[in-house]
């Protein structure tokens, strides 16, 4: 991965192999940036509008060391990035309890489940047994098309990986299984406007 | 406050005005540990009895700079506290979203506003809004009283202090306009039992 060099200018490094984070946002690492930039836009759109509460949860973080220079200016010298343990995104939408995961391929033919982690597939099974709704977002970023597949319709293709079959979902499998988010001006992906169908 | 010397034991200070931080949870600062802990195991019964699913979020964090001294191991080198736009806590219990927040005073004769942030409220009015559930509980740790209080009920003490009036709630009016969480084995503050007698 090449990090520094974007649109040709040298990036200022502070220290050897060490990385300044341009964005606010969690944009080490390059996954699920675009689409998680475009859910956030959604969903302040949702918020303003009186739509539905809905947020991405902060990265966890394993905080080791802390200085206090001032009472007041508390700066984080050591951390570590921690497995989440459900879930990026949840909320209320008209009383109902929403909760999903929001992935991006480069891929064109399949999405690959290694974006997902086990706890994740165990935080959504109890979200089902709580009568929460509990679906998936998967962006094809090279095709520019993105699916919204409820959480029911998904865990069959994570159980078939379990018990020895293919490690990703072909393209063709979540057509079938999934309706398509379509992108517009605002909100970016009303997201909102699938589950309405389903209620 | 003093940092450094529990039990009389001398503890390892890695550099001048650095603190390290000893329990995995977000325990810099005092403020909320016990209650925090009290609600995590709570939390984690009812996960484990498939009784609800409620986790507290992670704490903010902007993150400034990153090392990688080897791909798969990143270290966070800076970051800052951020604050919360939401409460700390959300799940589902029965089809029902809940959303709270929890604080906890050292006074024995009220409760300090301050505890709570303008954005908070406006996060749980939204809530109520899209008819999820939301509440406070806060601790009087001196008093070894914990009270859940309906936002809807707590709302007009903030309003009071927002119109000029006292920045508190005095423990009478708490009570008044709360319901006692008694403290137990397992779970230890059975916050669901309360919320039982609402519906």
Redesign the interface.
Known sequence: MAIGYPNGKKRKV??K?????KN?M?N?GKRGMSLEEDLNETNAFY?AH?R??I?K?????????????KRSN?????????Q???TDY????????L?FEAKETKNKTSFPLSNFHPHQME?MK??L????FAFVITSFSSLGVVYLTRFDRFLPFWERMESGGRKSITLEELQAHSKQIPYGLNPRLDYLSIIDTFF
């Open positions: 502070q220290t192999d060490s990385v300044p984070v606010k969690t080490y918020l009186e539905a509460v947020h949860k902060p990265t966890p973080v394993q905080i080791v060391r802390v200085d206090y220079p508390a700066t984080i010298k050591e951390a570590y990035f921690k989440p343990s459900t949840n909320g209320v939408y008209r009383g109902k309890y909760d935080h109890q979200i047994k709580q009568d929460g």
